[in-house]
């Protein structure tokens, strides 16, 4: 069973970075799909970035230029690179990896960032 942890999340203040980490673990296989999501409270959970098994990213319009995933990291471990951090970017963020046919999603990580 694949189990995924995020971590990183905390209180920033708006302009400022921060990274959160995702690893995978409980297979030997290297998971090349991978996604962030976040979701404020009250709301639905909207996508953010995604790496392809092809290692092909993309990106939210609203992230864009702000937001990335580092290509370099150890096996079955993501990152997602946060600057220029804005208010409505407060949302707990969640890792999916996908892994044959399958998707398992973390319990989330809170992204707080201050006026």
């Known amino acids: 069973q694949v189990q995924v942890v995020e971590s990183g999340g905390g209180l920033v203040p708006a302009g400022g970075s921060l990274t959160l980490s995702c690893a995978a673990s409980?297979?030997?296989?290297?998971?090349?799909?991978m996604a962030w999501y976040r979701q404020e409270p009250g709301k639905q959970r909207e996508y953010v970035a995604s790496?392809?098994?092809?290692?092909?990213?993309n990106y939210a319009d609203s992230v864009k230029g702000r937001f990335t995933i580092p290509r370099d990291g150890a096996k079955n471990t993501f990152y997602l690179h946060m600057s220029t951090l804005k208010p409505e970017d407060t949302a707990v963020y969640y890792c999916?990896?996908?892994?044959?046919?399958?998707?398992?999603w973390g319990t989330g990580t809170q992204v707080t960032v201050s006026s």
């Open positions: 999916v990896v996908y892994l044959g046919g399958m998707d398992y």
């Open positions: 409980g297979t030997s296989f290297r998971i090349n799909a």
């Open positions: 790496v392809t098994s092809g290692a092909l990213t």
